[in-house]
T-cell receptor, first 115, second 114 residues
């Protein structure tokens, strides 16, 4: 599916560097999310945005920041990368339908390694 | 805070057997419970979901049950096949600022052996 696109797919960066992960979607959804996946820890929410002017911290926001540039774009930044931020990062979008469901569509993921 | 616990973390079954994955949630206001399947190297994809006004939902070989009183829900896969091998995540909706977001369990790695 090309409807939620993450760039880059893979990235190796050095400790202390600033890095931005980008997410764009063509689904027309208002809600966008950034999750981090680590083995044994599942998917943990970093930040989420319910519309362009709304930004909320998730359960593990320290060391991260986000920008919602447009309805279709939601970027995640690591201001000063550290090795324990090495993980697989997923962007997701959602919309609410009339049946009160909140199913997410995930992007393909960005594998980030901080050395 | 709100959390979702998922068990087991790994599950190994023989092809044709059934597999059951269980989750518990903490927020009694949760009203939506999706399950995602993540194949190796791929993104999580929604496979089935259930709302709080329904106790059970079935889609071919997969089914989900919900016990709101006990705050737990389960995924059942019957007649497992090797292509069912993947990591499965449960999730529960959490109310926040007038909107719902999803909290995920830690995942179950299912291996189906031929």
């Amino acid at each position: 599916d090309a409807d939620v696109t993450q760039t880059p797919r893979n990235r190796i960066t050095k400790t202390g560097k600033r890095i931005m992960l980008e997410c764009s979607q063509t689904k027309g959804h208002d809600r966008m999310y950034w999750y981090r996946q680590d083995p044994g820890l599942g998917l943990r929410l970093i930040y989420y945005s319910f519309d362009v002017k709304d930004i909320n911290k998730g359960e593990i926001s320290d060391g991260y920041s986000v920008s919602r540039q447009a309805q279709a774009k939601f970027s995640l930044s690591l201001e000063s990368a550290i090795p324990n931020q090495t993980a697989l990062y997923f962007c997701a979008t959602s919309d609410r339908d009339s049946d009160d469901r909140y199913g997410y569509t995930f992007g393909s993921g960005t594998r980030l390694t901080v050395v | 805070g709100e959390n979702v616990e998922q068990h087991p973390s790994t599950l190994s079954v023989q092809e044709g057997d059934s597999a059951v994955i269980k989750c518990t949630y903490s927020d009694s206001a949760s009203n939506y419970f999706p399950w995602y399947k993540q194949e190796l190297g791929k993104r999580p994809q929604l496979i089935i979901d259930i709302r709080s006004n329904v106790g059970e939902k079935k889609d071919q070989r997969i089914a989900v049950t919900l016990n709101k009183t006990a705050k737990h829900f389960s995924l059942h896969i019957t007649e497992t096949q090797p292509e069912d091998s993947a990591v499965y995540f449960c999730a529960a909706s959490i109310r926040s600022g007038g909107y719902n977001k999803l909290i995920f369990g830690a995942g179950t790695r299912l291996a189906v052996h031929p």
